[in-house]
């Protein structure tokens, strides 16, 4: 299957400082790209949708000033948690799809542990 | 898209098969049934998926019954690496893809 990459793994960081996620398809281009949020023992919460070159879509209850998303390229998509506190700790997972197939599956990231300190 | 519903938890031997049901009574006739697994602190591993037909790949089968309301995934010789959370999702042909995930099956395979 097609490779989505994550980077960092895990990052620990201050309260109020902000943190970059990158997102990457490494063998396929993603047209649309997914993150998620999972706290610990509970299941995946979409956060928001992008597509490549314009602006993403937010799930309800998710701040977009707080958690920003860039999809500049068919390859690549950010995600940055702007003035990051403990609550943010989490775990953010991406996923990309390719091209428009309709019945294609979805490939996830293998994750990013943010802990806020 | 249809909600799911699956048990909390299952057991399986070591190379046994792993039969894990989920219950989608609402499913529209437009809707494809997909499972997803995720190993501790991984992210999500994509199983395989089916409309209405039986569908086997190299990780397992996917069984749907005629009526589409309910379906099964068969880890035909479950390891220990196949302990995992398990997750039943339909989703809507020609929606933007988002995946709803519920809270899944954790199997545990026992040696």
């Known amino acids: 299957g097609a490779v989505v990459s994550q980077h960092p793994s895990w990052v620990i960081c201050k309260s109020g400082t902000s943190v970059k996620i990158e997102c990457r398809s490494l063998?396929?281009?993603?047209?649309?790209m997914f993150w998620y949020r999972q706290f610990p023992k509970q299941s995946l919460m979409l956060m928001a949708t992008?597509?490549?070159?314009?602006?993403?879509?937010?799930e309800q209850g998710v701040e977009k000033d707080k958690f920003l998303i860039n999809h500049a390229s068919l390859t690549l998509s950010t995600l940055t948690v702007t003035s990051a506190h403990p609550e943010d700790s989490s775990f953010y997972i991406c996923s990309a799809r390719e091209g428009e197939k309709m019945s294609t599956e979805a490939f996830f990231g293998q994750g990013t542990r943010l802990t806020v300190v | 898209d249809a909600k799911t519903t699956q048990p909390p938890s299952m057991d399986c031997a070591e190379g046994r098969a792993a039969n894990l049901p989920c219950n989608h009574s609402?499913?529209?006739?437009?809707?494809?049934v997909y499972w997803y697994r995720q190993i501790h602190s991984q992210g999500p591993q994509y199983i395989i998926h089916g409309l209405k037909n039986n569908e086997t790949n190299e990780m397992a089968s996917l069984i749907i019954t005629e009526d589409r309301k309910s379906s099964t995934l068969i880890l035909p010789h479950a390891t220990l690496r196949d302990t995992a959370v398990y997750y039943c999702i339909v989703r809507v042909v020609g929606s933007n893809y988002k995946l709803t995930f519920g809270k899944g099956t954790l199997l545990t395979v026992n040696p």
């Open positions: 609402t499913i529209s006739g437009n809707e494809y």
């Open positions: 063998d396929f281009q993603a047209t649309t």
């Open positions: 992008s597509n490549e070159g314009s602006k993403a879509t937010y």
